[in-house]
């Protein structure tokens, strides 16, 4: 709210645009070493100061490639769909730090969630969302006072010292664990093996969340991409349940001997997040039309046909997210690999077919239906994988009923007085 009123739909765009294009450079670059990182932590086969040096280097080495890489393409003349205009001297420093600052904060939180420490990466995670906003509530004052709006490189730069500072922040915690040698084989090359059909899925997958906003910065400009990355990060807020617990579940599968209650838990966190994201679905749709133009302004009044079209596939998605952990969990990324690559080619077609004529609501229609196809196909795989029937990840079941009834009265029961 705060960013989409003190910027406006165009310079937030801008900031979207580098901070997707970071996104991009990290994904594509950073060979998805973090999901091999919490494997091999979970499992007990990593030395920890080793394996985080070998990481650090890896992380720099990566950081450098990518600005090398921006550099060529602003001298070639081809950054425009990757940066803004008249923003070239600065932001491929900027860029090149988020990068850097994304990638040892994936790594270290990594090892952190291999080593269990769940809780407290959620903890950290949200004390640096508190000081991002916290910068960018103090910048946007300091340019009402000035009698002007918050500028592009003033929401990046803030951005990018967040990146940097929640590295320190999982640092700090990660230092009681940091024992063996950094000359023992610290388990880095396991990673290596991992992480490779990992970051295949990864980076079809990523481009499966984020090629629509290069599309719309394409065919419709900077403008479009602030509407339509508004649109899209309110809609994958649904997504916070179903984030958080792929995140736990993970580790979880890959350090369980028992892959029946595994494959049983899965199921029933599918199922649960699924119907929850519905509900919370269920109220974007009754007020987002009135409230998300009184909350970010009229100038963001166009997301908001965007938004409702997203809500089918997040939602359904939800399920996606849960069974792409439990896949990875029992050691078989490439599964997941190719259900991105399903999804990937429906994004692809669809931003094509509907972008050029629909804007922003062809971008929200192309990703709501590769969700769509994307669940489907991860879901037929799970069904193959574990013999469970697919209405196990899809339908609530009268114990779930139970306990989500047990939950809610938890929830509202008062203390009795004493």
Known sequence: MVIARSLGPAAKGGADLIVATAGLLAMVLGLSLQSGVVYVVARG???ISGLLLRLALVALMQTMLAAGLLVALVRIDLSSALLPPASEQWAVAAV???????????????????????PRVNMIGLYGQALVLAMILIAAVLALVRGQRMTTSELVWIQVGG???????????LRPSLTGSIQQESGFREVLAYSLPSYLA?????????????FVSFFVGIAGVGLYTLAVGIAQLLWLVSGAASQVLLPNVAASTDRGAAQQRTARISRLSLWLSMVLA?????????LLPLVFGAAFRESVQALLWLLPGVVVFSVANVIGSYLAGIGKPHLNL??????????IALDFALIPWWGI???????????????????????????LPA?????????????????????????RAT
């Open 45 to 47: 086969r990593a030395i």
């Open 96 to 118: 090149a730090l988020f990068v850097l600052g994304n990638l040892l904060a994936g790594h270290v939180r990594g090892i952190l969630l291999g080593l269990q420490h769940i």
């Open 163 to 173: 990146a940097l500072a929640l590295v320190l922040l999982l640092l700090r915690a």
């Open 202 to 214: 990864n980076v079809v997958q990523f481009l499966n969340y984020r090629l629509d906003i290069f």
């Open 282 to 290: 269920i109220g974007v749709l009754l007020v987002g039309d009135a």
């Open 338 to 347: 190719a259900v991105a690559l399903v999804g990937l080619v429906a994004t």
């Open 361 to 387: 609501v062809g971008a929200a229609v192309a990703s709501s239906v590769s969700y769509l196809v994307t669940t489907a196909a991860i879901v037929a795989l799970f069904v193959r994988e574990t013999r």
């Open 391 to 415: 209405v196990s990840t899809l339908l609530l079941t009268g114990d779930d009923l139970t306990l989500i009834v047990a939950t809610m009265r938890r929830m509202v029961r008062v203390p």
